[in-house]
C-alpha cells in the first residue's frame, strides 16, 4: 500500500481523514434563500445563449441519484455518511439549476427520469472521474468569466460555493478509489486497476468526442454535445485568452482550491499531468487576457507521491 508520509493509504486512518475532511468542510447554504440578481437584456442574452443548460440540467439529475444510491447500499457507516452528503450535495447543484433556468426563462428540454445504477460502486466511480475532468477546466472558465466581469460579480458569487463543492468531491472521489484498490489486496488489484482504466479511458473518449463535436459547432440536435464540450472548448469566449494563458490558469486555480484541505490527502493527478506536460510544447510568448497584473497566483500545494487519476 501506498503512504503519505505516516498516513497509509487504505488504512483507518486515511478513510477517517478523508470522510472526515468531506463532512467538516461541508457548506449548509439552502438553495431557496439564494438572492438572484436582475440582470440587462445583454447580460440575460449571454446566459441563455450558453449552449450548456440541457446537458447540466440531466446531468446534474444523474449524478445526485447515482450518489444517493451509492450512500444507500455502503455499509461502512463513516463511508455512508461521507457519500450520503455528497449525494445530497450533488441534488442541491441540480436545484440550483433547475432555480437559475427558472427565474431567468432559460428553456430546458424534458428528459426521462434517470434510474438507479445497477453497480453503484462503479456508477460513482466513473461518475467522480468524469468530474475530475470537467472540474479541472471549469476552475480556469469561471476564473476567466469573474476576471472578465462576463457576468455581474452578483450572479458569480452564486456559483462561488458550488465550484468549490466540485473541488471537495474530486478530492474525495480519488481518495475513495485509492481507498478501495488498497483494500482489495494483491490478488484484487489486478481486476480493480483493469476495470478504472477502462473507466478513466470511457470518460477520456467520451469527453474528446463531445469536445470535437463542439467544436464544429451543430444545430440544436447537437446542443447536448456542445454544453458537454464547453468547458474545454469556450475560454475563447472571455477574449483575447491563449491555450496556454488558460491551461495554466485552469492549473493555478485547481491548485488554488483543493489547497483548502489536508495536504495529507491524495490529489487528482492525470489532468493537471496532462496538461503540464502540454505546455512544454506551447509558445510562451503572448500570454493574453487569462491573467492581469495584480492576480494572484497561489503556490503550488503539497501533493501526494502516489500518483492518481
Known sequence: ?????????????????FCNEFVRTHNPFEPARIQWPDLDAETLGRLKALP?????????AETALKVQTLGKSEPDPVLAEAI????????????????????????VKPFDEPKPPEKPVWAFLSTGYGECLDSFFAFGLFALGKRSRY???????????????????????????????????????????????????????GHARQALRASRGG?????????????MNSHSVFGDVTARSFLELCLSENDRRLSLYDSRLLRPTMVPSAVRLALRFLPKNGAGAGFHKGDETPAEPPRASATTP
Do not use: C
Open 151 to 205: 457576468f455581474p460579480m452578483e450572479l458569480i458569487d452564486v456559483f462561488d460555493p458550488i465550484m468549490q463543492e466540485e473541488a471537495r468531491h474530486i478530492l474525495f472521489i480519488v481518495n475513495w478509489a485509492a481507498y478501495l484498490r488498497a483494500r482489495a489486496g494483491l490478488a484484487g488489484r489486478p481486476a480493480f486497476d483493469a476495470r478504472r482504466a477502462w473507466i478513466v479511458w470511457q470518460q477520456l473518449v
Open 219 to 231: 444545430d440544436d440536435a447537437d446542443s447536448d454535445a456542445a454544453g458537454a464540450g464547453f468547458t
Open 84 to 107: 450520503a452528503l455528497q449525494g445530497y450535495e450533488e441534488g442541491r447543484h441540480a436545484a440550483v439549476l433547475r432555480l437559475l433556468t427558472t427565474r431567468y426563462g432559460i428553456p
Open 52 to 60: 450548456i443548460w440541457n446537458e447540466a440540467v440531466q446531468t446534474e
Open 1 to 17: 500500500m501506498g503512504a503519505l508520509g505516516a498516513l497509509k493509504i487504505g488504512s483507518e486512518e486515511h478513510k477517517a481523514l
